[in-house]
């Protein structure tokens, strides 16, 4: 049997984000991590070593789907794991990220008001007041909090549908972070390939 790793438990962490942001929206920020640690390893490693072996959440549904039984495990739809599934959600993924980052330079620039509240599936608003204290921060910093919090949230329940439906990891298949850290790999892999043939 492998041995167990610090880094096999990082799905607590996964958890504790959430409840974390829950009392205080702030928290929001520590899930940068999570955005930029896949790909500066697969950019600097040329791997999925985050995805394999660091991501808190890939941890939870293999916790929840496997050892908690409560994936179905029926087959996904094929299309879930297209090539054009992959990358038309990434690129929907990147449009909210977006219009998160345009709404906070908005707030910042005083032209709108910040909202305190999330935002479920991109749709449905609800309000979090409870989580922030007014004045503790600049209001941009409290508008990205909101606006990420939303996006973590909103892409964990997917995660957590499609995990029971089908089967723990599915959500992986066309998670937006994988598909980007493999494109990384590949484009990585691809220059080297280059790099070898130009000597
Ligand atoms: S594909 Fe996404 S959810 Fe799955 S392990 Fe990679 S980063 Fe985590």
Not at 4 to 21: A, E, N, P, Q, T
Not at 123 to 136: H, K, L, M, Q
Not at 171 to 199: E, L, N, Y
Request: overall charge positive; charged content about 15%.
């Amino acid at each position: 049997m492998r041995s167990r790793h610090w880094y096999d438990y990082l799905w607590v962490w996964s958890i504790l984000f959430f409840v974390l942001g829950f009392f205080n929206i702030l928290f929001a920020w520590l899930g940068m991590i999570d955005f930029l640690l896949p790909l500066a390893l697969a950019a600097f490693g040329g791997n999925k070593f985050f995805c394999n072996s660091l991501c808190g959440r890939g941890q939870l549904f293999t916790v929840l789907g496997k050892q908690l039984k409560l994936s179905r495990y029926h087959s996904a739809p094929r299309w879930m794991a297209s090539k054009w599934f992959r990358w038309g959600f990434l690129a929907f993924f990147l449009s909210m990220f977006a219009s998160m980052v345009v709404q906070t330079y908005l707030v910042g620039a005083g032209a709108a008001s910040l909202r305190e509240a999330i935002k479920l599936f991109w749709t449905f608003r609800v309000p979090w007041d409870w989580a922030y204290t007014a004045g503790s921060v600049p209001e941009w910093v409290a508008q990205f909090s909101f606006g990420f919090y939303s996006l973590m949230l909103t892409s964990l329940l997917l995660g957590l549908i499609v995990m029971v439906l089908y089967k723990p990891r599915t959500w992986c298949s066309f998670c937006p972070m994988g598909t980007m850290t493999q494109g990384v790999c590949r484009w990585k892999a691809g220059k080297g390939q280059h790099d070898k043939i130009s000597v």
